[in-house]
């Protein structure tokens, strides 16, 4: 063990830390501020992290895994109000934070620091205060966004039924218009009807926005969304015509209160449908405002983008914890009278876990682009231009797809990257792993939402076909016509390019494939069932290709000015991404470019050279996350590598080792040990 100072603190680091860290070869901290976004987004994070965890109102007393479920919900809420507290009061008055939106990155950080699994409030600030910004009239507007940003009152969005997720159109809860009174009546009329899942809905908020179908003068004008009001503001008390609960216990998500919600006959006033897309005059007269009638879907949009971006965060989160272990960690004696190596150094491990250093930089850059594209298409929005939309929805749902996805498998390789000591709670693998797991799930399902990319994908082929111009993303298809195959260059932008053509050569192969099935008799919608295995890796495919052409190009943009070692390790890890990948779908390669057994040999010979490489600055890489440990919450990645003596200490908090006997000895086993039982 070394002594070190760190935040004014002596602390203890373990020795191989130690080492690590002096070997690393970069400068740590410009690598932080190219994944902040600049020095002084890295500035005012730490500033708000101080602020926030060093006063230790983060930490729970007992560890949650031992509190009973009702009080790990009550702790959760009673910390949301503590970290509400703060953001609002302290830390969105505070000068020069003006410009942090209540959504901002840092705080969604912090709240790390409070809750192991989620708070209560996610739905509020996720969805309900994104959907009235997106979906109210600016009188609307004025009217409920000041309420939920003070926190006056808290909702959620409560769309899913027990029926229906996925198909919207399919959703069956009622809202009729009723013009004597000029109200919306609110039904569920069957059980498949009922509202369920909506995070905070169980105990937490007494308003959510409700997706519901619409009714007035006797027709259907399919789903809107629409503000209810659910719980007496007073008493909190559920109102007349409302039943509403908890749906019980869930693989993770198990303090965030998910709920359902039954309606019977419950009124509402008119001006409670969210109309900035379509309204209901009081006489009854639907009007219809929005050009693009999948505007009213643009909450789940704009959650789809903010998740790539908790991708990149989580797998940060979980591969500071592995690398860290397993430079700590020592096991096997590949060489005999030699010491026992550090995990670390196995080019096994290497592989395991430098592709999720990769990765979560990867996610990070292509985040920060999909959410500049994001806020390019309100813009173009709000000047009444819908023309970029279906691309941004192309991208969303495959990137939330792949990223989601990929996130929840490489956690898992971090958790097996720490052997048995990963599958403690104390980790907190386990438990990123649980709340990454359902991202892949929820806010559209990955098959479901490659299928989306699939349609754009489809329709961008037949544009192709005629010469006519497609949008940036796809703008590589263009020449998916050329036909001979270029010879295989390895290079980063040639192993782009030929991901490129992989992509190409799949959604080709899934038109011939829906030609085939329509010369055959099949109608259009039954020749696209058929494909569909091939459509969603068509998007994959698709999807993967636009990750790799903006990690490439982000990372040669954004080290520009950095420092030469800094510049060469970031590259080097995008490299290794690019290599990791080339080799994980060689059967591609080889079917759509001229790829050949040799160029196969020499990638892989590339790939362990560059993990070689990269070795020296694994740990230096993870710190250059800069998670705080409040934030990370594990005792097998703290900054100081001291596993054991954390494990031990968290062991020892666990309530059977209050008492040497536990009294169920004496109940049960002693009386069966013995033949009495
Ligand atoms: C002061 C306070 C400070 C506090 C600080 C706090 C800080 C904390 C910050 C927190 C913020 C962080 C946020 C990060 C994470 C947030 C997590 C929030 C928690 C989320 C929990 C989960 C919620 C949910 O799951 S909500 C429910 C989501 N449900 C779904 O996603 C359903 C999926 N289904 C669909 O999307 C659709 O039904 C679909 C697309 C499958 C089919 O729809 P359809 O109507 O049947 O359409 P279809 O006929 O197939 O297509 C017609 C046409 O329309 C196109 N289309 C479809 N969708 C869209 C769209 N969205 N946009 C544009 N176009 C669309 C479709 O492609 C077709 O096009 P064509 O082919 O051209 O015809
Ligand atoms: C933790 C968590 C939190 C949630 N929070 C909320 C919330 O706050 N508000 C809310 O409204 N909802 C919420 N949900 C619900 C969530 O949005 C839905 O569960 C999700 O959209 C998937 O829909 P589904 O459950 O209907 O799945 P289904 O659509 O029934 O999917 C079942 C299977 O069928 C497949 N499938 C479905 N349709 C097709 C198709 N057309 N083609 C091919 N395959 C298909 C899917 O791929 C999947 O494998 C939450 C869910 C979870 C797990």
Redesign the pocket.
């Known amino acids: 063990m070394k002594i070190k100072m760190l935040a004014g603190k002596t602390i203890e680091i373990n020795v191989d830390l130690v080492k690590e860290r002096a070997k690393c070869n970069f400068n740590i901290r410009e690598v932080t501020h190219i994944l902040d976004g600049g020095e002084k987004n890295t500035i005012q994070r730490k500033k708000i992290e101080d602020i926030s965890l060093n006063d230790g109102q983060s930490r729970d007393v007992i560890p949650e895994e031992y509190l009973s479920p009702k009080e790990r919900y009550e702790n959760a809420v009673k910390k949301s109000c503590i970290y ?1 507290r703060i ?2 009061t302290e830390l ?1 008055n505070m000068t020069g934070l003006e410009t942090l939106g ?3 990155p840092v ?2 950080r912090i ?1 790390d620091a409070y809750f192991k699994e989620v708070t209560p ?3 509020h ?3 309900f205060v994104p959907t009235i910004m997106g979906q109210c009239t600016p009188e609307q507007l004025a009217h409920w966004l000041p309420r939920a ?1 003070n ?1 006056e009152i808290v909702g959620t ?1 409560v ?2 039924e027990l029926g229906h ?5 399919g959703l069956e809860t009622t809202a009729t218009y009723d013009p004597q009174t000029e109200e919306f009546v609110l039904h569920s009329p069957t059980l498949s009807s009922y509202k369920w ?3 905070g809905l169980g105990k937490t908020v007494n308003y959510c926005v409700v997706v519901a179908q619409l009714y007035t003068k006797g027709v259907c004008h399919g789903v809107h969304t629409f503000i209810v009001q659910i719980r007496d503001e007073e008493t909190h008390m559920p109102l007349p015509g409302i039943r509403v609960g908890d749906i019980g216990p869930k693989m993770g998500y198990n303090t965030g209160d998910n709920g359902f919600l039954v309606f019977n006959h419950h009124r509402i006033p008119r001006e409670n449908m969210m109309m900035k897309n379509a309204q209901v005059l009081k006489d009854g007269t639907y009007v219809k405002v929005a050009r ?4 009213t ?5 704009y ?2 983008v ?2 790539v ?2 991708m990149a965060f989580n797998l940060a989160k979980a591969v500071t914890i592995a690398v860290r272990y397993s430079a700590v960690r020592r096991q096997s004696q590949p060489k005999p009278n030699q010491p026992e190596p550090q995990v670390l150094d196995y080019l096994t491990q290497q592989h395991k876990l430098f592709i999720c250093i990769a990765t979560a930089h990867a996610l990070q850059f292509t985040s920060d682009w999909l959410y500049k594209t994001f806020t390019s298409v309100l813009a173009d929005i709000r000047d009444d231009k819908i023309d970029t ?2 691309e ?3 991208l969303s ?1 495959c990137l939330k797809a792949i990223c989601t996805s990929d996130c929840a498998a490489f956690i898992e390789i971090c958790r097996f990257a720490c052997g048995g000591h990963g599958y403690m709670a104390s980790s907190n693998l386990s438990m990123i792993y649980s709340y990454v797991s359902a991202t892949r799930t ?4 990955y098959t ?2 490659l ?2 990319t699939a ?2 994908l489809v ?1 961008a082929w037949e544009q192709v076909e005629k010469r006519r111009p497609v949008t940036s993303t796809i703008s590589y298809l263009s020449h998916a016509f050329d036909k001979l195959k270029k010879p295989w260059d390895g290079s980063n932008e040639g192993i782009i390019r030929a991901f490129q053509r992989v992509a190409a050569g799949k959604i080709s192969a899934c038109i011939n494939c829906i030609r085939y099935h329509q010369k055959s008799g099949k109608d259009f919608e039954d020749a696209w069932q058929l494909t569909t295995i091939q459509l969603v890796a068509a998007a994959e495919a698709h999807c993967r290709a636009v990750i790799y052409d903006t990690y490439y190009n982000e990372t040669i943009r954004l080290t520009a000015s950095s420092s030469p070692n800094v510049k060469s390790v970031m590259e080097q890890l995008c490299t290794l991404y690019l290599l990791y990948w080339s080799l994980e779908r060689t059967g591609d390669l080889l079917r759509f470019t001229s790829l050949s057994e040799k160029d196969i040999f020499d990638l892989q010979q590339r790939y362990e050279k560059m993990l070689a490489v990269i070795r020296p600055n694994a740990v230096g890489l993870v710190d250059a996350f800069d998670i705080r440990d409040e934030i990370l919450n594990s005792t097998l990645g703290a900054y100081d590598g001291r596993v054991y003596e954390r494990l031990m200490e968290e062991a020892l908090k666990s309530p059977l080792n209050a008492e040497p006997v536990n009294s169920s000895f004496h109940k049960h086993l002693k009386p069966f040990m013995q033949g009495k039982l």
């Open positions: 509400a953001i609002k969105m209540f959504n901002s705080f969604r709240a409030l996610l739905a600030f996720g969805m940003l926190f969005y769309q899913t997720g996925t198909f919207i159109r899942w909506a995070g693009h009638e999948k505007l879907y643009g909450t789940m949009v959650v789809r903010m998740l971006n908790e939309l279906p941004l929805h192309a749902s929820y806010e559209g399902d479901v939402l299928l989306q349609r754009f329709k």
